[in-house]
């Protein structure tokens, strides 16, 4: 079991940016396939990006394609998620989730850890 703390949610205009950070530790770590899922209110859980634990592959949801970047510094065992153009519709609690890999990205069930989740509010 991998233990995962993200940091940096917060309040935004539309059109700014934030990133959040994902600091991992637990045994073996740097060998998860890690992501970001998030769930907006009355809604499910649905992902965001993933990288895999080389750092080598990246994975985006189409809504974030282009908007977004999900990169990890294995030497500090972090994940970041840096998020560009905010929109109102990207508001919602943003997870972060780790794998053995390799992963099936988007799946929900192939992350057996996860974080308490980080509050983004995108304001129009």
């Known amino acids: 079991q991998v233990q995962l703390v993200e940091s940096g949610g917060g309040m935004a205009q539309a059109g700014g940016s934030l990133r959040l950070s994902c600091a991992a530790s637990?045994?073996?770590?740097?060998?998860?396939?890690m992501a970001w899922f998030r769930q907006a209110a009355g809604r499910e859980r649905e992902f965001v990006a993933a990288?895999?634990?080389?750092?080598?592959?990246?994975y985006y949801a189409d809504s974030v394609k282009g908007r977004s970047t999900i990169s990890r510094d294995n030497t500090k065992n972090t994940v970041y998620l840096q998020m560009n153009s905010l929109k109102p519709e990207d508001t919602g609690v943003y997870y972060c989730?780790?794998?053995?890999?390799?992963?099936?990205?988007?799946?929900?069930?192939?992350?057996?850890?996860w974080g308490q989740g980080t509050q983004v509010t995108v304001s129009s």
């Open positions: 637990g045994r073996a770590s740097v060998r998860y396939d």
């Open positions: 990288v895999r634990w080389s750092g080598g592959n990246t």
């Open positions: 989730a780790a794998a053995r890999g390799p992963a099936v990205p988007s799946w929900t069930s192939e992350y057996t850890s």
